[in-house]
């Protein structure tokens, strides 16, 4: 910490101003204009970068310190116990609302969700690319953290760096602005080299974790938070981070791969990275961090697996949602969760459900035929493009019968079959 007038500031690591001392001696009396910036320091909105804090502490002629920017809380350890009785499907549990239709996108349109009604973002500018815009219909994809905020995926034409000359990068939307958080601009942790690439992403509490890096040379799973990005997996260590990861609670979830042998892992800042499950025959699809579970999709055979505090079981399997669906059914193993709940997607032919898992308890929240309204719905898509509700309620998108897309909150009540 550093002492200059005798006031000395303290940034804390959400960048939240706070005088710790006030030593003013007789020959360093605060000039008014000292004071008002101060006071404009207090002002400044959390969030904002310790380069602006140090340029107006600097001009007060006051010190400052800058702690490492702080982890994500990490969970109380709560082991959740498999079923061990029998399943059963339960119907009517959960009645529909239809909101609003999806509006139109565009080059400089972001649209996504938040909370139950549509939302529409206008950029228009978009750092570090030729042409100012993204080149494609649409990002392709949007997330709004717990507090609102709005990240993205955005593709654009004109980087040297790709033999293909796309760029690609993950942006959080402020106002207009695009504002780049990884992109072909960003070095790699430890690294001269820059990512030419960002795929998947996930976000919780001001934390992005995503694939990308550098293909045919150097990829795996990264984190991005607070303007750092730091290296969960990749391949220049032992583990090699593949697929869109999850990040909850202080964790992030992976799909990876240790000397030829695919498994999924959990980080943490306590304990670092870890195996989890461990497969020589199903591959690994995403994976969803619960409260207390991490649900892992697989492949060959189709299911989602869960595992928690050391414990590991199938928590889905397409056989469970035979019924009104059809009796051959298809389970998306893109896992998506509710608390602790899993909720997945299953699908024959032109019929589609969502669906809840809970313990032993299946219970059909949607699907191809079910009223909405004054009409009906012709399919449902999978909830993570959409997601949970603080209340536990589930927002989703549907298409309606005559063909237009809408969104349709699914509410829990009391249980029927």
């Known amino acids: 910490m550093q002492k200059d007038s005798g006031i000395v500031l303290r940034v804390s690591a959400d960048f939240r101003p706070e005088v710790v001392s006030h030593t003013v001696s007789a020959r360093s009396q605060l000039h008014p204009k000292q004071v008002a910036q101060l006071r404009e320091v207090r002002r400044v909105q959390q969030g904002a970068r310790v380069k602006r804090f140090a340029l107006l502490l600097a001009a007060a002629g006051c010190g400052y310190e800058t702690p490492a920017p702080p982890r994500p809380p990490e969970p109380v350890p709560v082991q959740v116990l498999p079923c061990k009785g029998e399943r059963s499907q339960v119907k009517g549990a959960w009645t529909l609302e239809l909101l609003g239709a999806i509006p139109a996108g565009g080059l400089d349109r972001v649209v996504y969700r938040r909370g139950t009604t549509w939302q529409v ?20 994809d949007v997330q709004v953290d717990l507090d609102g905020t709005v990240y993205l995926r955005g593709l654009w034409y ?15 939307l402020d106002g207009s602005r695009a504002t780049p958080l990884v992109d072909p601009t960003t070095l790699l942790p430890g690294s001269t080299e820059h990512f030419n690439s960002a795929g998947g992403f996930s976000v919780d509490h001001g934390w992005v974790a995503f694939w990308g890096g550098r293909p045919y040379e150097v990829s795996g799973v990264y984190a991005w938070h607070d303007g750092h990005v730091l290296t969960i ?18 964790q992030i979830a992976f799909q990876g791969e240790e000397q030829g042998v695919r498994g999924v ?19 690994f699809g995403n994976v969803a961090l619960a409260d207390h579970v991490l649900y892992a999709g697989a492949y060959d055979p189709r299911r989602v697996i869960a595992w928690s505090a050391g414990t590991e079981w199938i928590a889905a399997q397409p056989e469970w949602f035979k019924g009104s669906v059809g009796d051959a059914p298809m ?21 589609n459900e969502l669906w809840n898992v809970s313990g032993c308890t299946l219970e059909r929240i949607a699907g191809t035929g079910d009223a909405v309204g004054t009409t009906t ?3 449902v898509y999978n909830v993570r493009d959409t997601a ?7 927002v989703f998108l549907v298409v309606l019968a005559d063909g237009s897309h809408h969104l349709v909150r699914a509410h829990r009540t ?4």
């Open 121 to 140: 973002g206008v950029v228009k500018d978009i750092p570090h690319t030729p042409k100012n815009v993204f080149d494609f219909d649409k990002p392709w």
């Open 158 to 172: 004109g980087n040297p760096d790709q033999a293909n000359n796309v760029g690609d990068g993950l942006y959080r």
């Open 233 to 250: 997996a990749d391949s220049r260590g032992q583990v090699r981070g593949t697929g869109t990861p999850s990040v909850h609670a202080g």
């Open 265 to 283: 892992y959990l980080w943490s800042e306590a304990t670092g990275t870890k195996r989890v499950l461990k497969s020589a025959g199903p591959i």
């Open 331 to 351: 389970l998306d193993v893109d896992p998506v969760v509710r608390g602790d709940d899993l909720v997945v997607h299953v699908a024959q032919e032109k019929r």
């Open 377 to 379: 719905i012709a399919g």
């Open 388 to 394: 949970t509700l603080p209340d536990g309620d589930l």
């Open 414 to 417: 009391l249980l029927a079959t």
